[in-house]
């Protein structure tokens, strides 16, 4: 059966995210407004973007508590960058918290000006020479009880899971490459 994956749409690259997801066999649909959320869907994909503007928009068009509230009931959810943010216990540079599901403490912008955006390769879960797109994107500082490290950049944690919550610093959906989304499609929302 197809999985049927919303893909939050206030802002960013939600568009390439759908793109990557239908590669890989999936359904999508944009969630811009709450009468969205009335579909049903297997999966939600938040994108990067600006923290606060889409924390603000959430809040802004009713979508917040209904979001949170179905993560928390264990929505599959794969953040990238500003949804990252998005989703962290604890923002160590920012007075601004938002879902609060994920059990880590993130720093904004915390690859600093020269290296602001990159790209690299790596290792994700069982998978080799992944590629990694960074955009003045967010450090995992700390992880708590019940977060597992999926990839690290320079001893640094760049992707994290916590039950079915997947969140990575970087963006998977700028490049060819889809093996995440294969793997977040197979491995946590199909629990193959
Ligand atoms: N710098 C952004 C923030 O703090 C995140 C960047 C991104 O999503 N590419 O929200």
Not at 9 to 28: N, P, W
Not at 77 to 100: M, P, Q, W, Y
Not at 132 to 144: H, K, Q, V, Y
Not at 164 to 171: E, I, P, S, T
Request: hydrophobic share 40%.
């Amino acid at each position: 059966m197809k999985k049927r994956v919303a893909v939050l749409a206030l802002q960013g690259d939600f568009a390439e995210h759908e793109d990557s997801l239908r590669k890989c066999g999936a359904e999508t649909f944009q969630i811009r407004q709450k009468a969205d959320l009335e579909q049903q869907f297997d999966a939600l994909v938040i994108p990067g973007g600006e923290s606060t503007v889409i924390g603000k928009l959430l809040r802004e068009l009713d979508l917040f508590a209904p979001l949170q509230e179905k993560i928390r009931n264990g929505l599959p959810v794969l953040a990238t960058c500003a949804g990252l943010i998005l989703l962290a216990d604890k923002i160590e540079n920012d007075s601004k918290e938002h879902f609060r599901t994920l059990n880590v403490t993130v720093k904004r912008n915390a690859y600093g000006r020269q290296l602001g955006s990159f790209c690299t390769t790596g290792k994700f879960a069982d998978m080799e020479n992944v590629p990694m797109s960074f955009i003045r994107a967010p450090s995992i500082e700390s992880a708590g009880t019940g977060v597992t490290v999926l990839s690290e950049f320079n001893g640094k944690a760049t992707a994290v899971m916590q039950g079915k919550q997947v969140a990575l610093a970087y963006h998977p959906e700028l490049l060819e490459d889809c093996r995440i989304y294969q793997w977040f499609l197979d491995c946590i929302v199909s629990g193959k």
